[in-house]
């Protein structure tokens, strides 16, 4: 049948069963499929911590990276902070390993507060980038309340910035390549923790006692041997947050993330679902 | 005492739930719940506060899937049949009790409630709910707002600006179609908000919309009245926030008024509690044991056995409670104007569905406030933020931080291990939207294509409902969910390829405009990017 000016005189009301049929024949057929064959990489924000990505190859890609053990696939993470938008972002980056047979990752954050976008690509076995795809940029918001202009200099999240550009830093100069970038999920994670202690002014042993996995000591942390688990970590700090309870009012200008918590398992969607 | 101001919003909305394709259909029974427990109720409050001519002002927003589904034909028809049968269960009740007279009065009790929605339903508002709604506003004292067209989760639908903005701008023209006017503030679904997105909302001519506390806390300037005045976005759009005092009264679990001992317990249900024998007519398909809406028993407390309902403690619990949410109110303005330099405002949003359902005594208990905020000697004064905008039109300009009111208040909810998989899908066919509103930007008017075109715009705005990937996590109903959303990927997928075939085939294409039938005005063109 024509897709324009069809004169025939439109079907009546159809029959539940008739509906039926139509529908379960649509759904058999057209079930969901990405069907696109071009690469792509999106990223999307999921709070102050994470952000998600997810990726596409096209099918020679996807191929080539499979059969070849020595191509590694690489996302590269670019930020750049709200407060200091004259830091050149490019320079700003961590790489994060992935899992060819995986398309999703959930990704942990250095810093908050910040625009960030990525590319996606493979590192040879000489260390030479191969850039894949691009993401889009997204911004990240912060985890607390929005410090002063004049209090740029001592943001903690500009000191963790500092560490990590320090890091890529020396890598760059120790090496032919950037993309032996310093970046260690762990020692971070180490930082992201101590900017929670000095935000919300928490004591160390309220994570160490829930996680009893981690410690906040940079050396220890930065042992591969750690007993690294983002989930608990995170599972931790939200703990140690509402534990503190801190209250947004206006002689408190700092805010617990976790005071919705309660509101949510009552959400109203519940009721029915 | 110092004078301040409490805004109440009622956020009303259901997933929109119809399937014509089948005799009936359990997840049609959110809905009819929702209208005997909530919505007429709620209906029956205002009308008593307009008939003793109480000066209150709320605010209450309908989702257009909700909208929707109130004017559904189908669905009010269906909705009579369900009733009945709650009345026919009762009449049950009232014999299965008779030896039993504590429990014989409830069922009375409720044969009176159900007659009471019936009539109410039938013959006060003439089975069109939202011309009820229309009218209080008329009045003076509601304002209606809307949300997003099916209550995408916006932040995540943000790849791609055409996706948010036909959210938004069909939200509104679904409003605008039912009520005659287009409305001042806008509900954003699970209070998600992305900087940026006062831009599309100013478009679309509203005034105001809400955040969750942090969105306002986190913004890019340091609020000077905290949450307790707007903030300006810089394109003269207002956000307010929710006040976490006045929502955690309400809403915790633990501190909160619905989890009293004296009022009805939810889980104590009928299609649960007696023999499958004798249920079996009530329930899914003579054997799936659900909730009929008859309950017996109060919340009690700690874990001894669950005591019988008494209704008229429950009532004055909530009167104690209206009391001393208003008594907290004041207490909490008194402090808060010793810092402003104008009255304080606080914002309580809640989900609608909260009142009547979950918390049965809740439409009471709402009443109560209102009534209390009306006497002479009470300086809470109500109000809705279009009221307050017209009278404090300067407002601190600061674009709010992302947020949502979920779990961990972000997107963290509404994407996570559960249910991540389906927003590749969902931005791939934004895109492919895009694309073919471009191509065929000049289809004949009334043609299958445009039809088809208009059809695939609906499908797509359907998949993106934040309900299915929320049910995912929440581990509800889940198949349910995951159905839903691929179902709509394959209609529009359907759609999309028999479009670029031109192979449309119009018995498909009715069909699917019988299912869907939600948005019977969109026009697929705006789905155009603006490069196009």
Same mark, same amino acid.
């Given at each position: 049948m024509k897709s324009t000016g069809s004169k025939q005189r439109p079907p009546g009301k159809l029959t539940s069963k008739q509906l039926l049929e139509i529908s379960q024949g649509i759904s058999r057929t057209f079930s969901h499929q990405i069907t696109s064959n071009i690469s792509e990489l999106m990223i999307l924000p999921v709070d102050p911590y994470h952000l998600y990505a997810y990726w596409h190859l096209d099918d020679q890609q996807?191929?080539?990276?499979?059969?070849?053990?020595?191509?590694? +696939? +690489? +996302?590269?993470?670019?930020?750049?902070?709200?407060?200091?938008?004259?830091?050149d972002p490019s320079k700003l980056c961590f790489n994060v390993n992935l899992d060819s047979t995986h398309s999703q990752q959930k990704i942990r954050l250095p810093v908050d507060a910040s625009n960030y976008s990525a590319a996606i690509g493979t590192l040879d076995e000489n260390q030479c980038w191969n850039m894949l795809a691009r993401s889009n940029t997204i911004h990240i918001p912060a985890a607390s309340v929005q410090p002063k202009?004049?209090?740029?200099?001592?943001?903690?999240?500009?000191?963790?910035?500092?560490i990590i550009v320090e890091d890529n830093t020396k890598s760059t100069e120790s090496t032919e390549s950037t993309d032996k970038s310093a970046y260690d999920e762990i020692q971070v994670n180490a930082k992201i923790k101590q900017i929670l202690f000095k935000k919300y002014g928490l004591n160390n042993a309220d994570v160490l006692l829930a996680s009893g996995a981690i410690t906040t000591d940079t050396e220890t942390a930065i042992h591969p041997e750690n007993n690294y688990d983002e989930n608990l970590i995170d599972a931790s700090i939200l703990q140690a947050l509402h534990k503190n309870n801190l209250n947004p009012q206006l002689t408190h200008k700092t805010l617990n993330l976790n005071s919705h918590y309660a509101a949510s398992i009552f959400s109203g969607q519940n009721l029915y679902f | 005492m110092a004078t301040g101001f409490l805004s109440i919003v009622l956020h009303a909305h259901l997933p929109y739930v119809r399937h014509p394709e089948h005799p009936d259909f359990f997840e049609e029974n959110w809905f009819f719940e929702a209208i005997t427990e909530c919505y007429i109720p709620l209906l029956n409050t205002l009308d008593r506060l307009h008939q003793d001519q109480i000066d209150y002002r709320l605010t209450l927003s309908l989702s257009p899937t909700l909208i929707s589904m109130l004017c559904d034909e189908l669905l009010l028809t269906r909705y009579l049949k369900h009733l009945h049968k709650l009345l026919e269960l009762a009449d049950k009740e009232i014999g299965r009790t008779r030896k039993n007279p504590h429990y014989q009065k409830l069922a009375r009790l409720y044969r009176r409630f159900f007659n009471n929605t019936l009539d109410s339903f039938q013959h006060r508002y003439n089975g069109d709910l939202l011309t009820a709604f229309k009218q209080h506003q008329q009045a003076g004292?509601?304002?209606?707002?809307?949300?997003?067209?099916?209550?995408?989760?916006?932040?995540? /639908?943000?790849?791609?600006?055409?996706?948010? =903005?036909? !959210?938004?701008?069909? #939200?509104?023209?679904?409003?605008?179609?039912?009520?005659?006017?287009?409305?001042? #503030?806008?509900?954003?679904?699970?209070?998600?908000?992305?900087?940026?997105?006062?831009?599309?909302?100013?478009?679309?001519g509203i005034q105001y919309f809400f955040t969750d506390t942090h969105g306002v806390m986190h913004a890019t300037q340091q609020p000077d009245y905290g949450i307790h005045a707007p903030l300006d976005c810089g394109n003269g759009v207002a956000v307010f926030a929710r006040d976490p005092d006045s929502s955690r009264q309400v809403w915790s679990a633990q501190e909160g008024y619905p989890g009293d001992f004296d009022y009805r317990e939810y889980y104590s249900d009928i299609g649960f509690d007696l023999d499958l024998d %004798?249920?079996?007519?009530?329930?899914?398909?003579?054997?799936? =044991?659900?909730?009929? #809406?008859? &309950? %017996?028993?109060? @919340?009690? #407390?700690? *874990?001894?056995?669950?005591?019988?309902?008494?209704? $008229?403690?429950?009532?004055?619990?909530? !009167?104690?409670h209206a009391k001393d949410f208003i008594d907290k109110c004041q207490t909490q303005i008194d402090q808060l104007s010793e810092q402003m330099d104008r009255p304080p405002? @606080?914002?309580?949003?809640? *989900?609608?569905?909260?009142?009547?359902?979950?918390?049965f005594e809740g439409p009471h208990w709402l009443e109560q406030v209102l009534r209390l905020i009306n006497q002479k000697n009470n300086d809470v004064k109500s109000v809705i933020c279009s009221d307050y905008l017209a009278d404090y039109p300067h407002n601190q300009v600061a674009t709010p931080s992302a947020s949502s009111w979920g779990n961990q208040g972000y997107s963290s909810f509404w994407i996570n291990e559960t249910n991540d998989w389906i927003y590749p899908h969902l931005h791939q066919a934004a895109r492919k939207m895009e694309t073919l509103a471009s191509e065929f930007v000049n289809a004949t008017?009334?043609? /299958?294509?445009?039809?088809?075109?208009?059809?695939?715009?609906?499908?797509?705005?359907?998949?993106?409902?934040? *309900?299915?990937?929320? @049910?995912?996590?929440?581990?509800?109903?889940?198949?349910?969910?995951? &159905? $839903?959303?691929? *179902?709509?990927?394959?209609?529009?997928?359907?759609l999309h390829d028999t479009i670029h075939n031109n192979t449309i085939d119009e018995l498909s294409l009715t069909a699917l405009e019988q299912i869907d039938n939600i948005f019977p005005g969109i026009d697929f063109r705006n789905y155009c990017s603006p490069e196009n």
């Amino acid at each position: 049948m024509k897709s324009t000016g069809s004169k025939q005189r439109p079907p009546g009301k159809l029959t539940s069963k008739q509906l039926l049929e139509i529908s379960q024949g649509i759904s058999r057929t057209f079930s969901h499929q990405i069907t696109s064959n071009i690469s792509e990489l999106m990223i999307l924000p999921v709070d102050p911590y994470h952000l998600y990505a997810y990726w596409h190859l096209d099918d020679q890609q996807s191929s080539d990276v499979n059969t070849d053990s020595n191509q590694k +696939l +690489l +996302l590269k993470v670019y930020w750049q902070n709200d407060q200091d938008k004259k830091q050149d972002p490019s320079k700003l980056c961590f790489n994060v390993n992935l899992d060819s047979t995986h398309s999703q990752q959930k990704i942990r954050l250095p810093v908050d507060a910040s625009n960030y976008s990525a590319a996606i690509g493979t590192l040879d076995e000489n260390q030479c980038w191969n850039m894949l795809a691009r993401s889009n940029t997204i911004h990240i918001p912060a985890a607390s309340v929005q410090p002063k202009i004049q209090n740029i200099v001592a943001t903690p999240a500009n000191i963790v910035q500092t560490i990590i550009v320090e890091d890529n830093t020396k890598s760059t100069e120790s090496t032919e390549s950037t993309d032996k970038s310093a970046y260690d999920e762990i020692q971070v994670n180490a930082k992201i923790k101590q900017i929670l202690f000095k935000k919300y002014g928490l004591n160390n042993a309220d994570v160490l006692l829930a996680s009893g996995a981690i410690t906040t000591d940079t050396e220890t942390a930065i042992h591969p041997e750690n007993n690294y688990d983002e989930n608990l970590i995170d599972a931790s700090i939200l703990q140690a947050l509402h534990k503190n309870n801190l209250n947004p009012q206006l002689t408190h200008k700092t805010l617990n993330l976790n005071s919705h918590y309660a509101a949510s398992i009552f959400s109203g969607q519940n009721l029915y679902f | 005492m110092a004078t301040g101001f409490l805004s109440i919003v009622l956020h009303a909305h259901l997933p929109y739930v119809r399937h014509p394709e089948h005799p009936d259909f359990f997840e049609e029974n959110w809905f009819f719940e929702a209208i005997t427990e909530c919505y007429i109720p709620l209906l029956n409050t205002l009308d008593r506060l307009h008939q003793d001519q109480i000066d209150y002002r709320l605010t209450l927003s309908l989702s257009p899937t909700l909208i929707s589904m109130l004017c559904d034909e189908l669905l009010l028809t269906r909705y009579l049949k369900h009733l009945h049968k709650l009345l026919e269960l009762a009449d049950k009740e009232i014999g299965r009790t008779r030896k039993n007279p504590h429990y014989q009065k409830l069922a009375r009790l409720y044969r009176r409630f159900f007659n009471n929605t019936l009539d109410s339903f039938q013959h006060r508002y003439n089975g069109d709910l939202l011309t009820a709604f229309k009218q209080h506003q008329q009045a003076g004292n509601l304002e209606l707002i809307t949300s997003a067209a099916t209550h995408g989760f916006l932040p995540l /639908l943000s790849t791609s600006e055409s996706a948010v =903005r036909n !959210q938004i701008n069909v #939200g509104i023209a679904t409003f605008e179609s039912k009520f005659g006017w287009n409305p001042t #503030g806008f509900w954003l679904p699970e209070c998600a908000y992305y900087p940026g997105l006062e831009l599309l909302l100013a478009d679309a001519g509203i005034q105001y919309f809400f955040t969750d506390t942090h969105g306002v806390m986190h913004a890019t300037q340091q609020p000077d009245y905290g949450i307790h005045a707007p903030l300006d976005c810089g394109n003269g759009v207002a956000v307010f926030a929710r006040d976490p005092d006045s929502s955690r009264q309400v809403w915790s679990a633990q501190e909160g008024y619905p989890g009293d001992f004296d009022y009805r317990e939810y889980y104590s249900d009928i299609g649960f509690d007696l023999d499958l024998d %004798y249920i079996a007519p009530y329930i899914l398909d003579d054997k799936t =044991r659900i909730h009929t #809406g008859i &309950k %017996y028993h109060r @919340i009690t #407390g700690g *874990d001894a056995a669950k005591q019988i309902y008494q209704p $008229r403690q429950a009532l004055q619990k909530a !009167q104690l409670h209206a009391k001393d949410f208003i008594d907290k109110c004041q207490t909490q303005i008194d402090q808060l104007s010793e810092q402003m330099d104008r009255p304080p405002m @606080i914002v309580a949003p809640y *989900d609608a569905e909260l009142f009547g359902h979950w918390w049965f005594e809740g439409p009471h208990w709402l009443e109560q406030v209102l009534r209390l905020i009306n006497q002479k000697n009470n300086d809470v004064k109500s109000v809705i933020c279009s009221d307050y905008l017209a009278d404090y039109p300067h407002n601190q300009v600061a674009t709010p931080s992302a947020s949502s009111w979920g779990n961990q208040g972000y997107s963290s909810f509404w994407i996570n291990e559960t249910n991540d998989w389906i927003y590749p899908h969902l931005h791939q066919a934004a895109r492919k939207m895009e694309t073919l509103a471009s191509e065929f930007v000049n289809a004949t008017h009334h043609s /299958l294509l445009e039809r088809a075109l208009n059809q695939a715009a609906r499908s797509l705005l359907l998949a993106q409902a934040s *309900d299915w990937p929320f @049910i995912m996590k929440s581990g509800t109903t889940i198949e349910y969910a995951r &159905k $839903r959303i691929t *179902d709509q990927l394959a209609r529009f997928n359907y759609l999309h390829d028999t479009i670029h075939n031109n192979t449309i085939d119009e018995l498909s294409l009715t069909a699917l405009e019988q299912i869907d039938n939600i948005f019977p005005g969109i026009d697929f063109r705006n789905y155009c990017s603006p490069e196009n």
